[in-house]
């Protein structure tokens, strides 16, 4: 038993910090990118 619990805090804290560590863009980050992704398109 105490190894389940064990094993969902590990499995908590290790999704809880892969999430909270990914970068969010913004809108003009991602603007940018299409931009970006057509430029090439056309070259």
Same mark, same amino acid.
């Given at each position: 038993?105490?190894?389940?619990?064990?094993?969902?805090?590990?499995?908590?804290?290790?999704?809880?910090?892969?999430?909270?560590?990914?970068?969010?863009?913004?809108?003009? #980050?991602? =603007? &940018? %990118?299409?931009? #970006?992704? =057509? &430029? %090439?398109?056309? #070259?």
């Amino acid at each position: 038993m105490k190894k389940l619990a064990y094993t969902f805090i590990v499995l908590f804290t290790m999704a809880t910090v892969f999430t909270g560590c990914r970068e969010e863009k913004s809108a003009g #980050d991602a =603007i &940018e %990118d299409v931009a #970006d992704d =057509i &430029e %090439d398109a056309v #070259d």
